[in-house]
T-cell receptor, first 113, second 114 residues
Framework: AQSVTQLGSHVSVSEGALVLLRCNYS??????LFWYVQYPNQGLQLLLK??????LVKGINGFEAEFNKSQTSFHLRKPSVHISDTAEYFC???????????FGKGTKLSVKP | DTGVSQNPRHKITKRGQNVTFRCDPI?????LYWYRQTLGQGPEFLTY????????KSRLLSDRFSAERPKGSFSTLEIQRTEQGDSAMYLC????????????FGPGTRLTVL
């Protein structure tokens, strides 16, 4: 069965700092990988996804993630965060046939001025 | 493109009552998914439709839960004989039709069972 582990339920950084949100997955075959963001009182929004090809994936709002097959990881990073990046971030996987997403528990990012 | 809409946004009910939620997907999206999210957890998959066919159901979907998607357009999720453990945010998402396609989420329906 597939599963997702997000290390750190809360991360707090200062504006302008680099942020790294960790995601590890468990799957018998390489899955499709996603990062979603949930801003306060809003629905989930796709940040980026990896399906095939280049392992470094660039998404919206300056975020990027790298698929590492040997480490079974898909960590999300942003070189310089803004206060507006304060939100909850979810990593998710899906298998190649069904498409339903399996989410991690989420990481709440707080960006301080 | 008006996005995925869900109604109602909030529902408060008493234990034992039946409730029904509606999801209107983005037009021309063939796949429709239902998820449930409880406090401090990520969304959990419940079921999904390809057009009008319900193709997969999670073990989380007990016999008290039923979902339909008549004519492959909007979908309803009904919970019979609600229990306090059913209190959660119920999310709907839609996508074009392939597992790689982006799932677009609605704002959710928050259910509180007293």
């Amino acid at each position: 069965a597939q599963s997702v582990t997000q290390l750190g339920s809360h991360v707090s950084v200062s504006e302008g700092a680099l942020v790294l949100l960790r995601c590890n997955y468990s799957s018998s075959v390489p899955p499709y990988l996603f990062w979603y963001v949930q801003y306060p009182n809003q629905g989930l929004q796709l940040l980026l996804k990896y399906t095939t090809g280049a392992t470094l994936v660039k998404g919206i709002n300056g975020f990027e993630a790298e698929f590492n097959k040997s480490q079974t990881s898909f960590h999300l990073r942003k070189p310089s965060v803004h206060i507006s990046d304060t939100a909850e971030y979810f990593c998710a996987v899906s298998d190649r046939s069904q498409g339903n997403l399996i989410f991690g528990k989420g990481t709440k990012l707080s960006v301080k001025p | 493109d008006t996005g995925v809409s869900q109604n109602p946004r909030h529902k408060i009910t008493k234990r034992g009552q039946n409730v029904t939620f509606r999801c209107d997907p983005i037009s021309e999206h063939n796949r429709l998914y239902w998820y449930r999210q409880t406090l401090g957890q990520g969304p959990e998959f419940l079921t999904y439709f390809q057009n009008e066919a319900q193709l997969e159901k999670s073990r989380l979907l007990s016999d008290r839960f039923s979902a339909e998607r008549p004519k492959g357009s909007f979908s309803t999720l009904e919970i019979q004989r609600t229990e306090q453990g059913d209190s959660a945010m119920y999310l709907c998402a839609s996508s074009l039709g392939q597992p790689t396609d982006t799932q677009y989420f609605g704002p959710g329906t928050r259910l509180t069972v007293l």
